[in-house]
């Protein structure tokens, strides 16, 4: 996994969280 991807999946969680 990169960097970005690591991003885009933790946002991702964030907002289905949120």
């Known amino acids: ?3 970005a991807q690591v ?3 933790f ?3 964030r907002t ?3």
């Open 11 to 13: 946002q991702n969680r």
């Open 1 to 3: 996994m990169t960097d």
């Open 7 to 9: 991003k885009t999946w």
């Open 16 to 18: 289905k969280w949120r």
